[in-house]
């Protein structure tokens, strides 16, 4: 004679607290005999859902040999060690690039007399740099999370993308001061044939740096499509990418000036330009930094979708106080109360509505608060959502 409703629960609570409830491959159905020697390890559990849909111990047991499926509950993401490990491989190889050019565009600008070869020099350096922070920051935001900082150290990434934007920032301004006074003094010569060779060597350089930072696995999260990526990585790229443009505009000029000596106006003219690209590609990624720091809301997810997600949950009457935030760029927290009618199965909505944020926008971390549905919170201030 099959068990009843109260009766399969009652045998998997009685099962769990004599066997324990960690997860395994073989299910304890409700009416089975379990293991009876007590010196094998514990027996494991699933959660078995029939084929309506619904908890098998709560709505019909199934023979072993029907097909099942088991829901994935839990509450976070485990942890991507992958994406770390790749992104500190391409930051080592692009600093020993970046290391090696340096220098020669060193020597090239105290040879030729270029400020342009210099600006190119310069913003090396604040890549190297920038880099550096980036690979320190990868290697705190992997240790594990403390009692004094909670959530870990994932945003120490983001300071650190944080500071390389400042740091590329300020040797561009003393750079564009530079320029004013040579555009002023206009008592300068020129070695156009070093320009010309130390600007080719640097397109080539910045081209296999590039190459390296780009070429990154992602995956997309649902909804926005987003881009799973690492922010230093991202970072460098947007560096790389900058002085590419710069180096390819210094051996344009360098190919005037080796043809039109008179024409060494253009350098400090070249270094105007290059600093105004420099702000130009560095300010998506300080608004980024700025909105982790913020705790804002990602900008490829939607905050009115996330919540619609929620209602069409069976039993689901109201969400509030609905928080989405980022831990760092490709890491999203959420945390909402869902208020149910009070004949709903909060387990089953509980499951639901994790399984289901989980499964369509990737979230890394979730908490989910259920409570009962009460007429006041219509009225409630703390209970509204933000407009």
């Known amino acids: 004679m099959a068990r009843s409703s109260g009766e399969n629960l009652w045998a998997l609570h009685e099962y769990r607290k004599n066997y324990g409830t960690s997860a395994s491959s073989q299910p304890f159905l409700p009416g089975a005999t379990p293991p009876a020697s007590s010196s094998e390890p514990p027996p494991q559990r699933s959660i078995i859902y029939c084929v309506h849909g619904q908890l098998a111990d709560s709505c019909c047991e199934l023979p072993n040999e029907l097909s099942i499926r088991k829901i994935d509950s839990h509450c976070h993401k485990p942890r991507q060690e ?36 210099a600006t190119d020099a310069a913003h090396l350096m604040a890549d190297l740099a920038s880099f ?37 920032w300020v040797v561009t301004a003393i750079l564009f001061y530079l320029a004013v006074l040579r555009t002023i003094n206009r008592d300068f010569e020129l070695d156009g044939e070093v320009m010309l060779i130390t600007s080719g060597l640097g397109i080539l350089v910045n081209v296999i740096m590039g190459a390296t930072l780009h070429n990154h696995g992602h995956s997309h ?4 499509h987003h881009e799973e990526e690492n922010i230093n990585v991202r970072a460098a790229f947007i ?32 270094t105007f330009v290059f600093s105004l690209l420099v702000l130009a590609t560095t300010i998506a990624i300080m608004r980024d930094a700025i909105v982790v720091l913020m705790e804002g809301t990602p900008k490829y997810l939607d905050y009115t979708e996330v919540m619609q997600t929620f209602l069409q949950i069976e039993g689901v009457v109201r969400v509030h106080n609905l928080r ?5 760029i490709n890491k999203i927290a959420l945390a909402a109360h869902l208020a149910v009618e009070p004949t709903t199965n909060t387990e089953l909505v509980l499951r639901e509505a994790t399984q289901t944020v989980h499964a369509k926008y990737k979230f890394f971390e979730t908490t989910l608060q259920i409570e009962e549905f009460q007429p006041d919170m219509e009225d409630c201030n703390q209970c509204s959502n933000p407009i």
């Open 221 to 224: 999260a649902g909804g926005g």
């Open 82 to 117: 992958g994406i770390d490990k790749i992104a500190r491989k391409k930051l080592m190889l692009a600093s020993v690039l970046c290391v090696i050019f340096m220098i020669a565009e060193i020597i090239g600008g105290i040879y030729s007399n270029s400020l342009a070869i």
């Open 239 to 270: 560096h790389v990418l900058s002085d590419f443009v710069q180096s390819l505009g210094v051996f344009i000029a360098a190919l005037v000036i080796y043809f039109k000596p008179d024409w060494n106006i253009i350098d400090p003219i070249c």
């Open 324 to 328: 989405i935030w980022a831990l760092s």
């Open 132 to 168: 550096m922070i980036s690979l320190l920051a990868l290697w705190i935001a992997a240790r594990p999370s403390t009692k004094r900082l909670s959530f870990g150290w994932y945003r120490a990434e983001v300071i650190g993308a944080l500071v390389s934007v400042l740091m590329i």
